[in-house]
């Protein structure tokens, strides 16, 4: 085998396990801080918007995974449809979304674990979090997917059981106290703590290259995935927010700081904190951000590695393990950079610049999958998407006013994720490419 190819080892039940994963933290943390910018009727608003955005997406996007079922994802679609320049945008714009996502997701560890362990830091915590399931990738896609199979069933499982016990509480008046309290503005400026509910699902078709029959599995795996992630959005929603309206699940008890914590704190309004069900609850809600973050380092390494080895990126990142056929080098530099980005202390910004790669994504990739199907009308599609060409038209223009309003809730930010792109553009072309072209 290659030292530039990775091995196939994946089944449909592996995939729809790595594309829950990805997401379901989002469940457990974040997305309650969109309540304290919308209220309910502004994050439901906010969040009915994103939900269709993702299905018509997921759905155009496994097309294009189907056909070309390639490590590096919506970057070799934009490198196929739309040439190089855009190509190298998505794949910037990709690993933005997949290097910047586990930090933030690494520091709600951390707080977790510091509240068992309060002697000991949470960045102590977090750090040691991503060495080890940086390692546990290095190891092996097959230990990789199937670790997160298991965490992953266990965490859908919680959030079954978290329902279970909140939505005897529920009451529906609970939806209705303070809905709006910033107006409509408000349902804008919880639009990306609604797409942290669903960040990364694209994430399946990274491991494309590694699934077994990929045509059929990827479809497959996609497709449940999503399912399953609106239903628990949907479910844990309502459940949280029901038992005692939004600033329940947003502010602690006596601070006006907003909690990481939401299920928690709704599960505290319903049992005593001494109580098994709560403790159980929030052990085994670890294992939620667990399964994102150790998902997201996967697919991360997918991604860096096909940006290496297409040549956009040093040809180091890649080379894959000798032994374990794994990106490694990929793995090992991502953690690096999130590490640095842990130490920022900025979970709230971190999340709102994957975001930003998110978003950037999927136009880049929405834009792909037309030129697509114009300029390669022959390519063998095993799947094509439903209602075309509204979908990948509604995932497009959702997305589009996503990111207007991102960029005009938090314009900084979206000079700073410009900015990584711009200088890493430039750094390509003053030293990758004029290198290449000398070789």
């Not at 860096?304 to 180091?316: D, I, K, N, T």
């Not at 996503?402 to 930010?413: G, K, Q, S, V």
């Amino acid at each position: 085998m290659s030292k530039h190819q990775l091995q196939r080892t994946l089944g449909p039940f592996m995939l729809w396990g790595l594309g829950v994963g990805y997401v379901i933290s989002g469940m457990y943390f974040g997305w309650n801080l969109g309540l304290a910018e919308g209220g309910t009727y502004g994050l439901a608003i906010a969040t009915l918007f994103i939900i269709v955005m993702y299905v018509t997406f997921t759905f155009s996007y496994t097309e294009m995974a189907c056909a070309i079922p390639k490590a590096g994802g919506a970057f070799d679609y934009a490198n196929r449809g739309l040439g190089k320049n855009l190509g190298f945008f998505a794949g910037m714009a990709q690993n933005i979304e997949f290097i910047f996502a586990p930090p933030a997701i690494a520091a709600a560890i951390g707080a977790y674990l510091n509240l068992l362990y309060p002697d000991v830091h949470p960045l102590m915590w977090a750090v040691g979090a991503y060495f080890i399931f940086t390692l546990i990738n290095v190891l092996g896609v097959r230990l990789a997917a199937s670790f997160e199979l298991v965490i992953t069933i266990l965490a859908v499982i919680e959030l079954l059981v978290f329902a279970g016990v909140t939505l005897p509480s529920f009451e529906w008046q609970n939806l209705h106290i303070n809905p709006m309290p910033n107006g409509f503005s408000g349902a804008f400026a919880a639009i990306p703590f609604a797409i942290w509910f669903f960040l990364a699902i694209e994430g399946v078709a990274n491991v494309a290259e590694e699934a077994i029959h990929p045509q059929r599995n990827i479809l497959l795996g996609f497709g449940s995935a999503i399912g399953t992630l609106v239903f628990l959005c949907i479910l844990t929603f309502i459940s949280a927010v029901g038992v005692a309206g939004w600033e329940a699940v947003v502010y602690p008890a006596g601070s006006d700081l907003p909690s990481d914590s939401p299920l928690p704190l709704a599960l505290a309004q319903v049992v005593h904190e001494g109580h098994f069900l709560y403790k159980m609850l929030i052990g085994i809600g670890l294992l939620g951000l667990i399964a994102s973050f150790h998902g997201i380092i996967l697919a991360a390494g997918r991604a860096s590695f096909e940006f290496g080895r297409v040549g956009y990126a040093p040809r180091l990142f890649s080379v894959v393990h000798s032994r374990f056929k794994t990106p490694a080098n990929a793995l090992i530099l991502n953690m690096a950079i999130g590490i640095l980005a842990l130490f920022t202390g900025k979970t709230s910004e971190i999340i709102t610049i994957a975001c930003f790669g998110a978003l950037n994504l999927y136009i880049v990739s929405m834009i792909a999958f037309f030129a697509l199907r114009r300029k390669e009308p022959g390519l063998e599609r095993p799947f094509k998407v439903p209602f075309y060409p509204a979908f990948p038209s509604i995932a497009l223009a959702i997305s589009v006013v996503a990111l207007i309003a991102m960029t005009y809730y938090n314009f900084m930010l979206a000079i700073i994720f410009y900015g990584i792109i711009g200088i890493s553009y430039l750094g390509y072309h003053l030293f990758i490419h004029q290198r290449q072209k000398s070789e």
